[in-house]
């Protein structure tokens, strides 16, 4: 019974650290065009939280359509810090690019991946 009261607050803390690194995400796209010189720590610093914990909390079962789908949004994961990084690096908006094709990624995985456990079971 303890150790199942341990995992689920590890489980809760993760979800809430996942949480955290998007809300990140999302305020330090916006606040680019409000504070620029603030945005891009704000939005590495989400990126860096959200894909820490896609590859931490990643999906451990299913098939082979599950596990390349989890590819494919660690790929979106790490297009989101290359963005961070592009809004350190670069003066123009590079970074929208790279934020475009890791949310794109994100965004195709999030519906699949549900599809594709469903389906296995």
Same mark, same amino acid.
């Given at each position: 019974?303890?150790?199942?009261?341990?995992?689920?607050?590890?489980?809760?803390?993760?979800?809430?650290? *996942?949480? #955290? !690194? $998007?809300? @990140?995400?999302?305020?330090?796209?916006? /606040?680019?065009?409000?504070?620029?010189?603030?945005?891009?720590?704000? *939005?590495? #610093? !989400? $990126?860096? @939280?959200?894909?820490?914990?896609?590859? /931490?909390?990643?999906?451990?079962?299913?098939?082979?359509?599950?596990?390349?789908?989890?590819?494919?949004?660690?790929?979106?994961?790490?297009?989101?810090?290359?963005?961070?990084?592009?809004?350190?690096?670069?003066?123009?908006?590079?970074?929208?690019?790279?934020?475009?094709?890791?949310?794109?990624?994100?965004?195709?995985?999030?519906?699949?991946?549900?599809?594709?456990?469903?389906?296995?079971?």
């Amino acid at each position: 019974m303890c150790l199942s009261l341990k995992i689920d607050s590890a489980m809760k803390i993760k979800q809430l650290l *996942y949480y #955290a !690194g $998007a809300v @990140l995400l999302l305020a330090g796209a916006a /606040v680019k065009m409000i504070l620029p010189v603030y945005a891009p720590y704000i *939005y590495t #610093a !989400g $990126a860096l @939280l959200f894909a820490v914990m896609q590859f /931490v909390c990643r999906e451990r079962g299913g098939g082979l359509a599950v596990r390349r789908l989890v590819f494919q949004q660690q790929i979106g994961g790490v297009a989101l810090i290359a963005a961070g990084i592009l809004m350190f690096t670069h003066v123009r908006n590079e970074w929208i690019v790279a934020m475009l094709i890791g949310a794109l990624f994100e965004l195709y995985t999030a519906f699949r991946i549900p599809q594709e456990i469903a389906r296995s079971k």
